[in-house]
């Protein structure tokens, strides 16, 4: 039978294709055991796409990314296409995902498990209990500016450029996400940027304190950080924050920061979402904040948590399965709690195991509780 719920998986490059594998197991068991069924199509993205067809991205399959409910994203990227022409590097064919389909809202949750409060560098006592969620701006900023590249001056000096660059537009709609997402949370949003230094940094600032304003939000508390000091706060005292919004560039620093405190960049998943449609259907694309880790492809040493945990966020946001993204994250939290880790999380005293056996310990989980 036909589902009525369209996933477009592209696992593209590294450990992706594996991180991926433990999230078609979940599909499996959705389907026998709580009778929720996908279709799902698979295609190539990043180098895995230039190797089959020279570009990084086809147009169909960003055709087929534009026409699925959601599309699940492993990673691009490795060294063996360090040094392709610019257009086609795998990166590309991410970005232009998150263009072509408007996905201007990436949510970055770093939320602490207990059981990896000893993978963290950081002291437990500091990272215990943390919940923040990172709304970084995903379609503008300095990723998309024009214009770009390199130049040669009157004289012969070569000068490179990169363009940071705002709408009021865009940066009005990532602050209602992170306004409405408070709301949901702790009722905190903090915004960073470089006010004192960037003129995209004072509008900014200036934008978001309207749209809180205007927007009525009078029940969301509002501060300002400059993005230097939000990344050392991090690392301080990171309980203080609830929800932090930013630019590109400068979330894309924080989220690797704010990842590390929960342990490992192996655990942290996200959601990138595009504008609600007339039929209230928003585009996504659901992925982990690691990258490719080509040093341990294929060797079944990934984390598939960040994955599994994306997933998880797509049934909350694609789908609005719950329950179902409730169990897959409480199953997450039990296998943790056994003593079970790969090697990125690994302390004395714990057992390691491979990419395939954490996802049968999830599926374990899973059964355990669906029962
Ligand atoms: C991320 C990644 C990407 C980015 C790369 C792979 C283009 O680092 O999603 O954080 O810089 O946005
Ligand atoms: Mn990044």
């Not at 593209?12 to 996908?38: H, N, S, Y």
């Not at 996504?284 to 994955?307: K, W």
Request: one cysteine or more; a negative charge; hydrophobic letters at 40%.
């Amino acid at each position: 039978m036909a589902s009525n719920k369209n996933l477009l998986m592209l696992p593209g490059d590294g450990i992706g294709p594996e991180v991926c594998g433990e999230v078609r197991k979940v599909l499996d068991w959705m389907d026998k055991r709580r009778a929720v069924t996908f279709d799902v199509k698979e295609d190539l993205v990043g180098g895995a796409a230039y190797d089959a067809h020279g570009v990084s991205v086809r147009d169909d399959t960003v055709e087929d990314a534009k026409n699925a409910d959601a599309v699940l994203f492993g990673a691009v990227g490795g060294p063996q296409y360090d040094s392709l022409p610019w257009d086609v590097r795998p990166e590309a064919g991410l970005l232009r995902l998150r263009k072509d389909l408007d996905l201007f809202a990436n949510l970055r949750p770093a939320v602490t498990f207990d059981a990896l409060l000893d993978a963290s560098t950081l002291k437990p006592e500091v990272i215990q209990g943390l919940d923040i969620m990172i709304v970084r701006e995903l379609t503008a900023g300095v990723y998309f500016g024009e214009p770009r590249g390199m130049q040669t001056l009157p004289d012969g000096t070569e000068r490179c450029i990169d363009t940071q660059s705002y709408t009021k537009a865009e940066i009005e709609r990532v602050a209602d996400v992170a306004f409405d997402l408070a709301r949901k949370r702790g009722k905190k949003v903090t915004s960073a940027e470089k006010a004192n230094v960037m003129k995209t940094g004072v509008f900014w600032r200036e934008t978001v304190a309207e749209v809180h304003k205007k927007g009525g939000y009078d029940d969301i508390e509002l501060g300002n950080m400059y993005a230097d000091n939000c990344a050392m706060q991090l690392v301080r005292n990171p309980k203080q924050f609830d929800v932090i919004v930013c630019d590109n560039l400068f979330g894309d620093i924080l989220s690797d920061v704010a990842a590390m405190l929960t342990g490992s960049l192996g655990m942290l998943p996200s959601a990138s979402l595009g504008a609600v449609d007339e039929t209230g259907r928003r585009k996504a694309l659901y992925e982990p904040v690691h990258g490719s880790a080509p040093d341990i492809a294929g060797q079944g040493m990934a984390n598939p948590f960040a994955m599994l945990l994306s997933f998880a966020m797509c049934l909350r946001y694609s789908f609005d399965l719950q329950e179902d993204a409730d169990l897959i994250e409480q199953a997450a939290q039990a296998v943790l709690s056994q003593g079970v880790r790969t090697g990125d999380i690994m302390t004395p005293g714990c057992e390691q195991v491979s990419t395939r056996e954490m996802g049968d310990r999830l599926i374990a989980e899973l059964d355990k509780r669906a029962a």
